[in-house]
């Protein structure tokens, strides 16, 4: 369950803009589900193997302190750390934290879970029904490096709009009034993108650089997600567009 926790921090928390998440674990499927604070990004995911531990649906809070525990040598390979679980109302075995023990006993800590009546009316604004993707392809480390590049020569940058030009994908960034930059972003794309709607660019730059195969979606009605598939789970990061 260690390898499960670590990944899940990874492509939540690290992004920096999640501190709470929803576990669903149900016989067959464990399902992630989480919200940026400022709404910018959602997270729909699932464990590729269901984890018998989260059987249930509890919400994981203050996702800064479950890493920080996490990374306690105490708690490395010899350590334990298990779900703990009560009955609560009518439900029976309900898990409501971890709790962490090091080899010798001598070392413990507890991590609380949000209860899911609070988890659910956090998360409750989380409404992504699909969307048709216009543009699909799969996004390599020299794509990253040239968004990086980018943004680096305009930092003061919070957003890049994207389109399409004979058949490559094109960021621009910044305004043409001011300070302005674009570049081709990947090359040898399907489809056509003609709405020119805006991306948060440090979400983009964070999500493309977490472990994992990458997908990238885009739609012209406003919507890009991300998939990111880490070997342990699959994760999609629904990003819906600014303002044009």
């Not at 499927?29 to 910018?40: F, P």
């Not at 703990?84 to 070392?107: I, M």
């Not at 399907?190 to 709607?197: A, K, L, Q, S």
Request: charged share 25%; hydrophobic share 35%; glycine share 6%.
């Amino acid at each position: 369950m260690r390898d499960q926790l670590l990944d899940l921090v990874s492509h939540t928390h690290d992004l920096g803009c999640i501190d709470f998440i929803k576990i669903t674990g149900e016989e067959d499927n464990t399902y992630i589900t989480g919200l940026a604070s400022d709404n910018s990004v959602v997270i729909n995911a699932n464990f590729n193997a269901p984890v018998k531990e989260f059987k249930g649906t509890f919400g994981m809070p203050s996702l800064s302190n479950l890493k920080n525990l996490l990374n306690i040598s105490e708690y490395g390979t010899d350590g334990q750390i298990t779900v703990k679980r009560q009955d609560r109302k009518e439900e029976k075995n309900t898990p409501v934290g971890l709790h962490f023990q090091n080899k010798n006993n001598d070392f413990n800590n507890d991590y609380r879970f949000m209860v899911k009546e609070v988890v659910d009316e956090a998360l409750s604004s989380v409404k992504f029904k699909g969307a048709t993707w216009d543009v699909e392809f799969e996004p390599n480390v020299g794509n990253l490096q040239r968004l990086k590049m980018q943004y680096q020569a305009m930092p003061e940058a919070d957003h890049f709009s994207i389109s399409t030009k004979d058949n490559n994908l094109i960021f621009s960034i910044g305004d043409h009034s001011t300070h302005a930059g674009s570049f081709t972003f990947a090359s040898n794309i399907d489809g056509v993108i003609n709405e020119t709607w805006k991306y948060p660019i440090k979400r983009v730059i964070n999500i493309l650089s977490l472990v994992g195969d990458k997908t990238m979606h885009i739609s012209n009605k406003g919507v890009s997600k991300i998939t990111v598939n880490s070997g342990i789970a699959s994760y999609e990061y629904i990003l819906p567009a600014q303002s044009k």
